[in-house]
């Protein structure tokens, strides 16, 4: 038990690790060259390597270690080791990146949409194996503490101020383009922490619940559990079935449901990940 816990510390630094070079290479090939200040502290660093000639990971790693150490003193200590190391270890390459790194296209669309999609995967390997690169969330923590806001809000108002004053800096056309970039990294974040949707669960309200309940175990070889529902309107107690089935069969499951019940009431919804029997190892 022990050996497979020091192992899975390994796997989760080694996570960390690839994740935050990942981001390097998307920054300083597409971000960095492109004037795309997509937000956060890399944003701010690219306002000042294009304006002022400053090295962009050592003014990363100036402005994250104060709020490093604020975060620490006001908030506790809610980073761990993890986000230290990816903090450091992203700066340092970025700087040792920069100087063989010939921007890969001209085109402000294609680094934006490209630096976006790689960072994205970077900080999603980061975040999946429970790392961070520090940056705005730790200043949105701080907003949030001091002022009357969630700490989304107080991260849409940092990541927001920093591209708008890319705005000033490169031009407004750039600045759309950052924003662009923010969107396109943001889902490809989500979409690397929660996968790609392959499979559906589906909510079964029905009188025959039983009956519903038999086919799924007998005729589509699934799974399914009753939940306890009571209707509001009717004031009447009735079972909820809760089953996960694979995308292809979720048409023959509403129809196998309306041939019992036509009046069943069904709610459908994407499931990005689904760890068990008949689906991916716990």
């Given at each position: 038990?022990?050996?497979?816990?020091?192992?899975?510390?390994?796997?989760?630094?080694?996570?960390?690790?690839?994740?935050?070079?990942?981001?390097?290479?998307?920054?300083?090939?597409?971000?960095?060259?492109?004037r795309i200040?997509?937000?956060?502290?890399?944003?701010?660093?690219?306002?000042?390597?294009?304006?002022?000639?400053?090295?962009?990971?050592?003014?990363?790693?100036?402005?994250?270690?104060?709020?490093?150490?604020?975060?620490?003193?006001?908030?506790?200590?809610?980073?761990?080791?993890?986000?230290?190391?990816?903090?450091i270890v992203?700066?340092?390459?970025?700087?040792?990146?920069?100087?063989?790194?010939?921007?890969?296209?001209?085109?402000?669309?294609?680094?934006?949409?490209?630096?976006?999609?790689?960072?994205?995967?970077?900080?999603?390997?980061?975040?999946?194996?429970?790392?961070?690169?520090?940056?705005?969330?730790?200043?949105?923590?701080?907003?949030?503490?001091?002022?009357?806001?969630?700490?989304?809000?107080?991260?849409?108002?940092?990541?927001?101020?920093?591209?708008?004053?890319?705005?000033?800096?490169?031009?407004?056309?750039?600045?759309?383009?950052?924003?662009?970039?923010?969107?396109?990294?943001?889902?490809?974040?989500?979409?690397?922490?929660?996968?790609?949707?392959?499979?559906?669960?589906?909510?079964?309200?029905?009188?025959?619940?039983?009956?519903?309940?038999?086919?799924?175990?007998?005729?589509?070889?699934?799974?399914?559990?009753?939940?306890?529902?009571?209707?509001?309107?009717?004031?009447?107690d009735r079972?909820?079935?809760?089953?996960?089935?694979?995308?292809?069969?979720?048409?023959?499951?509403?129809?196998?449901?309306?041939?019992?019940?036509?009046?069943?009431?069904?709610?459908?919804?994407?499931?990005?990940?689904?760890?068990?029997?008949?689906?991916?190892?716990?």
């Amino acid at each position: 038990m022990r050996k497979r816990k020091v192992f899975q510390k390994i796997r989760e630094y080694l996570g960390v690790l690839i994740g935050v070079a990942i981001t390097a290479f998307g920054l300083t090939w597409f971000l960095i060259p492109g004037r795309i200040a997509a937000g956060g502290v890399s944003g701010l660093a690219t306002v000042g390597y294009h304006l002022f000639g400053l090295p962009v990971g050592m003014t990363m790693l100036v402005l994250n270690i104060p709020l490093f150490i604020a975060s620490i003193t006001i908030i506790g200590a809610v980073y761990g080791a993890k986000t230290f190391i990816g903090t450091i270890v992203l700066s340092v390459l970025i700087d040792l990146f920069q100087p063989w790194a010939a921007p890969l296209t001209s085109d402000p669309l294609l680094a934006a949409v490209y630096g976006g999609v790689i960072t994205g995967i970077g900080l999603g390997f980061t975040f999946r194996s429970g790392g961070s690169t520090g940056g705005t969330d730790m200043a949105a923590q701080l907003v949030a503490r001091f002022l009357p806001t969630t700490v989304g809000r107080a991260l849409l108002f940092v990541d927001g101020f920093v591209i708008v004053l890319a705005g000033f800096a490169f031009g407004p056309e750039l600045a759309l383009y950052a924003l662009l970039s923010v969107f396109v990294s943001t889902k490809t974040i989500d979409l690397v922490q929660e996968g790609q949707s392959y499979a559906k669960a589906a909510y079964i309200i029905s009188d025959h619940s039983d009956k519903v309940g038999d086919m799924i175990l007998n005729t589509l070889e699934r799974g399914a559990t009753a939940l306890a529902g009571r209707g509001v309107y009717t004031d009447t107690d009735r079972e909820v079935l809760f089953v996960i089935v694979s995308r292809s069969e979720i048409r023959t499951l509403c129809r196998l449901v309306s041939e019992i019940d036509p009046h069943a009431f069904i709610v459908i919804s994407d499931v990005h990940e689904v760890l068990g029997e008949g689906f991916k190892k716990l």
